[in-house]
């Protein structure tokens, strides 16, 4: 059996008559953080989709700790370990920060709400110094923090984060960074991170891959991809 965490080979999914992600092969080991770049269209929401069951893949197959995630739905994936963020700053603007982390799931076995409640604010002193206040009066950074928080209520061993660059101010970057971080180190969590913003992604992964049209190009360690033109030769498909 193989000792990755999350294990997808062959996968080929789209919308109607869109092939959105074709034969696509990768994994996650085991408490590990893995980027999936490329550019706009390329297919990396689409695979982090098929993963946790919002779309169907059309053939291929997901494995997280050898058992297959093909044909689950998303709370079924969840119920699995799965948890996904998706792009852009989910939360409820009316309800107040701790209403909203109340409403993250709470995995069998994976604690109680209250003590991963505890857990977060203790880390994360800007929520609990905002936990009574509407999500929507948060900056655009705090509010990523709380969605990508929310979503480690379930305490997931698989955390798929979408985009949690998109549109934050520069400043905020490294607080994404450490909670991406504690994520993996207080959960055991691996996670998968699809990001635009290849510099983040680079920077907590240790192993990246790059899609291109729906295809891989390329696949490095973190440190490889961070040199010279290797991104650019992969998203461009320009040799240096
Ligand atoms: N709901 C949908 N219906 C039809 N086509 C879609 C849908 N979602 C995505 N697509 C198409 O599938 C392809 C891959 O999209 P996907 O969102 O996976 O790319 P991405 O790499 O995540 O890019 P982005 O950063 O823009 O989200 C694109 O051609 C896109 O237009």
Do not use: C
Not at 69 to 94: I, K, M, N, S
Not at 164 to 177: F, K, Y
Request: no cysteine.
């Amino acid at each position: 059996m193989s000792t990755a965490e999350l294990e997808i080979s062959g996968l080929t999914a789209g919308y109607g008559g869109v092939v959105a992600v074709k034969d696509v092969s990768l994994s996650v080991p085991a408490g590990t953080t893995v980027a999936l770049l490329g550019a706009n269209g390329a297919g990396k929401s689409t695979i982090l989709r098929s993963v946790s069951g919002q779309v169907k893949p059309r053939s291929g197959d997901i494995r997280l700790n050898g058992e297959s995630l093909v044909g689950l739905r998303p709370d079924q994936t969840l119920a699995r370990g799965v948890a996904h963020v998706l792009e852009g700053r989910q939360v409820f603007a009316q309800m107040t920060v701790l209403e909203n982390l109340r409403l993250g799931s709470v995995r069998r076995g994976g604690g109680t709400h209250d003590e991963t409640i505890a857990l977060l604010l203790d880390h994360f002193p800007v929520l609990a110094e905002k936990a009574k206040q509407p999500a929507g009066q948060l900056s655009g950074g705090q509010q990523q923090m709380l969605a990508i928080s929310r979503a480690l209520m379930s305490r997931p061993r698989m955390l798929l984060l979408d985009e949690p660059s998109l549109g934050l101010a520069p400043v905020m970057l490294p607080t994404i960074v450490e909670l991406i971080r504690w994520a993996q180190t207080t959960f055991g969590a691996a996670v998968l991170i699809v990001e635009q913003y290849s510099a983040l992604a680079l920077q907590v992964s240790t192993w990246g891959y790059v899609l291109r049209n729906g295809h891989l190009v390329a696949s490095a360690s973190s440190a490889e991809l961070s040199e010279g033109d290797a991104i650019n030769t992969a998203y461009f498909g320009v040799d240096p």
